[in-house]
């Protein structure tokens, strides 16, 4: 079966710090990968998404980056945080080629990141 | 233009009763797909029901059922006899058949339920 893991759960960090968050799945191979970020209370805003490596696509401009340095590993950066980074940062995955059964996205646990 | 709209912010409903959770979706593409998504306080998203855009039947799935109406484009999740671990998040989205684009979903900004014993 597959599954998903993401780290840290949780991240507290001053403005202006660096920021590296992980995402890692198992079980399944060339996934569709994806980043979203949710305030509180809010929906879930995709920051990017992937279909292969080193293939990263940005929905919105911002102060993050992706990176996809393997098949089943998904990053997001950034050099230099802001206050308005703060929030629930959730990877997930699917696949386009029906080993699901809706092709339906699969998420991780989050990390919730809180910048000082 | 706003894609995926649900309109209750927040609702309670009584143990044991039914809640219907309205979701109205806006597209062009003949082919797409609608989800229902529940995220309880520890933030996880759990996939509920799916629903396509020529499925001829309203999705089912347990207690959970898709009130699907195609013409008035809405998607309304409803689930029956309400138990206290359905309080949560729940998230409507879309899928539109874009395949080269990644599979991608447009979310909606939830509805809380909140089930009272």
């Known amino acids: 079966s597959q599954t998903i893991h993401q780290w840290p759960a949780t991240l507290v960090q001053p403005v202006g710090s660096p920021l590296s968050l992980e995402c890692t799945v198992e079980g399944t191979s060339n996934p569709n990968l994806y980043w979203y970020r949710q305030a509180a209370g809010r929906g879930l805003q995709l920051l990017f998404y992937?279909?292969?490596?080193?293939?990263i696509s940005s929905e919105v401009p911002q102060n993050l980056s992706a990176s996809r340095p393997q098949d089943r590993q998904f990053i997001l950066s950034s050099k230099k945080l802001l206050l308005s980074d703060s929030g629930f940062y959730l990877c997930?995955?699917?696949?386009?080629?029906?080993?699901?059964?809706?092709?339906?996205?699969?998420f991780g646990p989050g990390t919730r990141l809180t910048v000082l | 233009a706003q894609k995926i709209t649900q309109t209750q912010p927040g609702m309670f409903v009584q143990e044991k009763e039914a809640v219907t959770l309205d979701c109205t979706y806006d597209t062009s593409d003949p082919s797409y797909g609608l989800f229902w998504y529940k995220q309880p306080s520890s933030g996880e998203m759990i996939f509920l029901i799916y629903?396509?855009?020529?499925?001829?039947q309203n999705a089912t799935e347990g207690r959970y059922s898709l009130n699907f109406q195609k013409a008035r484009k809405s998607a309304n999740l409803v689930i029956s006899a309400s138990q206290l671990g359905d309080s949560a998040m729940y998230f409507c989205?879309?899928?539109?058949?874009?395949?080269?684009?990644?599979?991608?979903?447009?979310f909606g900004g939830g509805t809380r339920v909140l089930v009272k014993p």
């Open positions: 629903q396509g855009s020529y499925d001829q």
């Open positions: 997930a995955w699917s696949t386009n080629h029906g080993t699901t059964r809706y092709n339906e996205q699969f």
């Open positions: 992937s279909v292969g490596i080193g293939q």
């Open positions: 989205a879309m899928r539109e058949a874009s395949w080269a684009a990644g599979n991608k979903l447009t």
